[in-house]
Nanobody, 120 residues
């Protein structure tokens, strides 16, 4: 059973920082892509950042230069450091992984989400 446990998030003032983490219950080497997505009220879920097993990173244009995705292989954890937060970053943030199943196909797994609110 693949589980993702997210932590971090909360309320922060504009310009502040927050760090999110997502711990996986499976070997990180069975994961092809780890990523963060977000969904604001009334909007579709959107990509924030992804990190492949090979180390390739992709960021949404709206967060480039402010957010950093990283991982700790030993802890099977992916992180999202968010700096210079803006009110438009307010959303529920979700962790997602693409996991290699026993069928040798990849399956997506999502965390439950963590709320990030940027407000003065």
């Amino acid at each position: 059973q693949v589980q993702l446990v997210e932590s971090g998030g909360g309320l922060v003032q504009p310009g502040g920082s927050l760090s999110l983490s997502c711990a996986a219950s499976v070997s990180i080497f069975s994961i092809s892509v780890m990523g963060w997505y977000r969904q604001a009220p009334g909007k579709q879920r959107e990509l924030v950042a992804t990190l492949t097993r090979g180390g390739s990173i992709n960021y949404a244009d709206s967060v480039k230069g402010r957010f950093t995705i990283s991982r700790d292989n030993a802890k099977k954890t992916v992180y999202l450091q968010m700096n210079d937060l803006k009110p438009e970053d307010t959303a529920v943030y979700y962790c997602k992984i693409d996991h290699l199943e026993r069928t040798l196909s990849y399956r997506e797994y999502w965390g439950r989400g963590t709320q990030v609110t940027v407000s003065s």
